[in-house]
């Protein structure tokens, strides 16, 4: 997050430092990638100053129709900026662990929010689009293993294509979610 760090002006208008336009999820990492690839003097302070508050309307846990086209934006501005330093192959693999993560939002911000409007065989055809996709399985069967449990179910049942156990489980998450702001 930017918001946990502070930047030189000088720096950032030396190497152009920017967050990409059009780019609404993960401009942030957007932005560190830029800055980390020009080598910069980095300094850490063992203190909290930033604390998280679970926000509901943010634009992380809101309804996004256009979720998956925001993933694709992104991904172009990474391509992009990592192509300039011909960086690509470098972080492959990296990059791979962003793309499947990149998936559970989709999931999460649009396919199962609890807010999608959409019929659900369009929610059906979207995840079948989505898992369809060359690539996406093979990433997900390597890429597992660096999640955690909850996360490792999802992508075991992605890869397996069980829509309805999937749409289920994103279904529990928000009642146990419902659950714990009433209690």
Not at 26 to 37: A, K, P, R, S
Not at 53 to 63: D, F, K, L, Q, T
Not at 99 to 125: A, Q, T, Y
Not at 131 to 142: H, M
Request: charged fraction near 25%; include cysteine; proline fraction near 5%.
């Amino acid at each position: 997050s930017m918001c946990t760090k502070l930047y030189r002006r000088s720096f950032l208008n030396k190497y152009q430092v920017f967050c990409p336009p059009g780019v609404i999820n993960g401009e942030d990492m957007l932005f560190n990638v830029q800055t980390y690839i020009q080598d910069p003097r980095i300094c850490y302070l063992p203190m909290a100053g930033y604390f998280y508050r679970y926000n509901p309307s943010s634009a992380v846990h809101r309804y996004n129709p256009n979720c998956l086209e925001n993933e694709r934006r992104f991904y172009k501005a990474l391509e992009d900026i990592l192509d300039q330093k011909q960086l690509w192959d470098q972080y492959r693999e990296d990059i791979a662990y962003q793309k499947v993560n990149g998936l559970l939002r989709v999931f999460s911000g649009d396919i199962f929010h609890r807010d999608n409007p959409k019929p659900e065989g369009e929610k059906k055809c979207d995840f079948f689009e989505l898992i369809g996709k060359e690539g996406v399985c093979s990433q997900i069967s390597v890429q597992q293993k660096n999640f955690g449990f909850a996360k490792r179910c999802v992508l075991i049942f992605a890869k397996n294509k069980w829509y309805y156990p999937l749409k289920t489980m994103y279904w529990m998450k928000n009642i146990v979610r419902r659950a714990g702001k009433e209690a």
